[in-house]
Nanobody
Framework: QVQLVESGGGLVQAGGSLRLSCTASGSSFLLMGWYRQTPGKQRELVAAVPRGGAPNYGDSVQGRANITKDPQSNTVDLQLNELKPEDTAIYYC??????????WGQGTQVTVSS
């Protein structure tokens, strides 16, 4: 079965950086990425990378984020720089299988202190 293992997150000071990693297994994947959600708001794209394609970034992290994918291990790493308090959220890894089903990780809390 499909499994997603997330790592990273935690408490970071404003202006700092964080790195989140997600490894997926159990299928081949058309797309992998990171999304985030705060209470009362919809889950939003942070960054995602399709297989064989260029990454997409959410508007709120443009210029501050970099996502890379290792095709050998189905691992995506997200580097987010110049962190702001508004980056505080639960970050979720998503992987879309070859049959177009989405799977989500359990989420990891990121808190940016001002």
């Amino acid at each position: 079965q499909v499994q997603l293992v997330e790592s990273g997150g935690g408490l970071v000071q404003a202006g700092g950086s964080l790195r989140l990693s997600c490894t997926a297994s159990g299928s081949s994947f058309l797309l992998m990425g990171w999304y985030r959600q705060t209470p009362g708001k919809q889950r939003e794209l942070v960054a995602a990378v399709p297989r064989g394609g260029a990454p997409n970034y959410g508007d709120s992290v443009q210029g501050r984020a970099n996502i890379t994918k290792d095709p050998q291990s189905n691992t995506v790493d997200l580097q987010l720089n110049e962190l702001k308090p508004e980056d505080t959220a639960i970050y979720y890894c998503k992987a879309t299988t070859w049959y177009s089903r989405d799977f989500w990780g359990q989420g990891t809390q990121v808190t940016v202190s001002s």
